[in-house]
């Protein structure tokens, strides 16, 4: 029994050292994507591992005859083996068997001993390095910036915890690979099998993503809500008139700056991820739409109508992919920047057939794509977004490695954030600033008379055109543009702001938070809507009773955020109140 | 009459009032200044695209609305052409107003379908009617007030 107790050991300490280096690779991995307890568990397995192992040092009895006794039985066991398996298993033995015999003839047993100690050595290293959270840390950092070359992902949100990124990448990576496979077979006509696996594999390669996405989107919330309620309970009992401690104050920042950042986490786990999803479900349509009904060289498949029936099949399977994508950009629509506009048509076009109102909304849909066809939107965002670029013409390429294709779509991506920082400036000034960049509205300030001269030939018998245009432009200054109503209101803000003497840095800070925009403006869709009329309710009773300059500018700003805080989440707000504590406070503080 | 009088003519005709085609001019340059700015993002060398960044950053900051449109033209200028402009943004311009008719051509279409009966276009509505976006749709307008 003793040589097989031998090469047990041996078993036991090579497959140690195997075991570990992927155990390692497991940990690091839980590690970096902050599944701590799993990191864990995998730890404990490598102690486990480790500790069998050095338990068998020390009955170590090496004898060269045991091992030509040890080789001989094991062919005997192969001579009788089941399977190929079993065979296959047993040459490893052998193999193994083997090469001790041949250190322990070449070296002597104290060498082999030695060996031995120098590879438990390097399990103890491992261990040592697998509990250095600075050595993880580094690893970690090394993974990041291979993923992350740029820094793009890290820079996007701005988070500090970037081990969610990594994990959705990776699982993003998945999909980049099941997508080439589903490029693959369809070349290959296998549609069927396409079918298959886009029914069975995509959908739960997306569901796995959705569901660890959710998971750690629903932790982060978590967080801030506790956050966000301590930070909350500060600052009552500053307005209720307690004096803060140095610590406190910096406590109080700093909860400030980390629901600022959840706030970012936040943010990117949905833009990130629905932007890739998206952008990778518009190339998979773009393929099988070329491609379906037809071999790789293009030429017809024989059976041409069952082809057809089965295209038309195939393409209503993919329309309610695509439509949900639509849907998704549409609620997007409609729910951003192009409410007004949209809205707007919809009502011009409805109010001119004097349909029904629904029913003429469902109409319209009907016609804009929403059911089976290319996504477009309702007069308005699709006129741009169906536009084809250079690059995503390169993307329809067949013949783009992985690697391509992940580079033009992250160029794409960047390009398309050009252009969306861009129409935030642009827009906000299109209407606010007096409408008419373009001069299409009569009202521009630079060329102003294309549209206007053409409304006024049309509309010839109807007068002054370009007078009402005067109106209807300076109107929408107001009126028609959700967006330049936010900037008036924002400008109204600033004013106030500098009324009370904050520094350009402070504010240009609280923009890049997005405290005007994201807290209190954008969730303010109409103008006087909600927010707005709460805002201007609490800086007037405010202005009653206090000198702007004797405020305390920090609860102010924090006020105002409170109020796009409690707006987002539908509670009850009076702004007499917050005024009164901001009022108290100052006067104390 | 020009294209873009003919275009804003094919809106009169289907009922649009004055002030109707005056709001989807509004609509139209919002559009359409996207369709440039997207054209630009999409083609223009990445050393343009900063520098037009920063522009753009830079009126922003001044919070000048001529620069804004100065800028926007020279990128017009840029992609097709500085003797083309106008051309570009009255092609554009027709291009969009020929969609929202078309549009409205065809909503018209379903809708004498669906009043006269047609099982095919009853069902169709019926189900869309249901729908979440076009609930969403609706409630937006109801916000807006209109009816």
Known sequence: MANIEILNQSEREEGAVRALESNEDSYLKFKIVGEHEEANEQL?????????????????DFDSDIFEERIRSLKEQRKNAQDNKERSEINKVIKLTENVRKEVHLFGFDEVKQNYQDRKNKLENKNSF???????????????SEIDPTGTV???????????????LGILENLEKFKQEQYELVNQGKHDEAKEKYNTTYRSAVMEAYKLVGREHN??????????????????????????TNEELEERKRL????????????AYSEEFVQKELAEKHNLWIHLERNVGSNTQGDEIEGREDNEDEKRKWHTKLADIIGKVSKTQVLGALSGAAVGGAVATVGVLTGTVSVPITVGVAALMIYSGVRGKEPMFIGTKGFANRRISKIEKKLENDNLSEEEITKLNTELQKRKKWKEDVTQFTKAFSVGAGGGLLGFT???LLGASLAKGALDTAFASGGSASAELGAIGAGAAVGAGIVSEREIRDSQTLDLIKDLNISQEKIDEMRRKGVFKDEVLILDEKRGGPVAKIVGEFVGSIKE??????????LFLYKIEEIGNLHKQNQPINAKNMAMEVIEASRRI | MNNLENAIKELKDLGFTKEQVAEVLEIAEKEIMDVILEDFALNADEEKLEEYKQKFDNAQKEKDAEKFSKILHEIIGIQYGEENIEKKKEELLVVYLQKIANLTKETTEVYKKYSQGDPEAKKIIEETENSPIVQHVIKEMEKEGLD
């Open chain 1, 130 to 144: 697998l509990k250095n959270p600075q050595e993880v840390q580094k690893i970690k950092n090394q993974k990041l």
């Open chain 1, 256 to 267: 400030q700056i980390e629901s600022k950042t959840l706030d970012n986490i936040i943010k």
């Open chain 1, 44 to 60: 404990n397995i490598t102690e486990d591992i480790e500790k069998e192992t050095l338990d068998q040092n020390g009955n170590i």
């Open chain 1, 545 to 554: 009773q206090m000198k702007l300059e004797e405020i305390n500018k920090d």
């Open chain 1, 154 to 168: 890290q820079n996007y949100a701005n988070i500090e915890n970037t081990a969610e990124i990594i994990d959705r």
């Open chain 1, 442 to 444: 009569g009202v521009g």
């Open chain 1, 219 to 244: 932790k982060t919330l978590e967080r801030k809500e506790i956050i966000d309620k301590k930070h909350e309970e500060m600052v009552r009992r500053l307005a209720d008139g307690r004096t803060e």
